[in-house]
């Protein structure tokens, strides 16, 4: 029975009058890939901005690696960060640098490793991801997919022990996403990584996961690995799992009647 | 009428909460563990960008800003016969008012427009969430040396806009409307007290370079992070700056009159 | 996105304009001078009106400077202003019956001190004090004195006439 490496109790979040989570439970195993799946809004961007505490829970506790980390101390923090890498959504790279910077900006902000080896290990990382040969492109030049799996290899420059993907495959074309979902399990298993992928594509995700939480209104709708999810009969699941376009999240935005509405203006 | 008192309510707690906020962004990215080996070479490069770039239209308007006050006050004086005291009016008017407050105001439209739309669109991209993520501190990596680059770039700019400010009403006074270099110079000489006007107008631009670079800084790192967002909060990083500029050096003015 | 070497001449080259910048604001635009620079020595006197007399205030000679006011207060007993005069030492010669007065730097200037030699052979040293002074012109006070010779004078003109 591998540990929890992210363990997510009662989480309780609002953002203004909207209630993001609500008494929401997941744990992340260590060493497998979790994703994290649900429709358009529900917070999920907002839950990896939870666990690497860059948003504060009103109340519920989020352990990782046995730290609670809203208890940590603003050094404390930043050292426990080190050891997660994060994918954003945007990529995210540093605009006024080019990718081999980009990459060796953690290393050289966070070590004392010679330039020499700093150098070795960039390359290294950009080979990891295919990219070697741009290293000196500014990001400015890059195309969408190839600035992703730059920001891949500068999140994986200090060998996190926690990656978390914000949507990987959005508005990528067919061979970038295999590129990713090849990369996403490579990782993983070679590096004994624990990932967690947040996305709404099915194929994908199914393909790379080796868990799956949905969420929905708040909290955990369904859980399993991915031939569980198939076979699940709830409505919330199976409504995302099939893309039924109607059902527990409704195709109206909510509204009065259309009688009434066509009788008002006539 | 009721509605009106409530909404006044809320924009002045939005605006304490938002000074509070201001301040805590100031507090974090000054008191700390200066790494000052790692800081000197972004803060260099910051001077470049804040100071170097600024200097241009800096350098322009000190010398037509000179040159006008020369040309206006040579037409008054002349009026009384007393245009040998045109050294005096323009030294005095460029040190103690003209010279810090009109840099900071430039500074604030160049610069500090500039600093808060490259840090809202940094936090916009999510450069900075990513930064904090990879574990290093935006406020001190990012934010601190821009913010030292403003202080320590304000009273510099506002010493050459009074050197040059006065070179451009000796052009006009002396080389083109004929008053006598001599007294140009000794009137000036005598009149100008560099305790009170030159020391002063670098203590008011240090004072300015705070103000103006930190209100920059702060609204770029809280604006709302989309394109809408950076363009407000440029927009109010020039208005309030100039603003703050004005306040502060009639409050400032009236300290020195009052002798301290 | 020059290169470094590029970015640390320019600021180098901004920070020594800014420098050349106070240089020139000190000395040609405000005359910061070390006049002092060198021996000086105080003496003080008591006027009954300074005027508009203020602190680093020019003390001449024969309308060359030779020093400056240093320091204004009142004197409590006498009620009259003890100015103290910083004198630049060339020579300590300033006779003891030396007479300070206050003048008007043209007609509507500022006031200065001048100071009038006198003949005796016995020096003022540092500190001592300048006993004969001439207060400043009040202008009010000349106005004043104006209209009343004025009017006394029709006053006796009219007297004459009766």
Redesign the interface.
Known sequence: MTSAWVDVKNLCYRRGKRIIFEGANLTIEQGKITAIMGPSGTGKTTLLKLIGAMLTPDSGTITVAGQDIHALDRDELYLARRKMGMLFQTSALFTNIDVFDNVAFPMRENTDLSEELIRNIVLMKLEAVGLRGAAHLMPGELSGGMARRVALARAMALDPQLMMYDEPFVGQDPISMGVLVKLIKTLNDVLGLTSIVVSHDIHETFDVADYIYILSEGRVVGEGTPEDMNKNDSPHVKQFVHGLPDGVVPFHYPAVPLQEDLITHG | MVDQIVRIGRQGSKFCSGVGQAGIVLFHTTVRKPRLR?LF?LL??Q??HV??MS?VIIVVASLFIGMVVGLQGYNTLNKFGATAQLGQLL?LSI?RELGPVVTALLFAGRAGSALTAEIGLMKA???L?????????PLW?VIAPRLWAGIITM???A??F???A?LGGYLVGVEWLGIDPGSF??N???A???KT??LSGIYKSFAFGIAVTWIAIYQGFACVPTSAGISQATTRTVVFASLATLGLDFILTTMMIGGW | MPSDRSMNFWVGAFMIAGLASLAVLAFKVSGLTTYFGGNSYVLTADFDNIGSLRVRAPVTIAGVKVGEVANIQLNRDSFQAKVTLRIKQIRNDLPEDTTASILTEGLLGSNYISLSPGYQETYLANGDQITETHPALILENLVGQLLYNTKSKAEKADNKKT
């Open positions: 790692k070479p260099i490069e001077l470049y100071g170097v200097l030294a040190t991209t999510e450069q969430s990513s930064m904090g993520m990879m574990g290093v501190d990596r009273p510099i700019l010493l050459i009074a050197a040059l006065v110079w000794s000036m000489q005598s100008v007290d560099y006007d030159v």
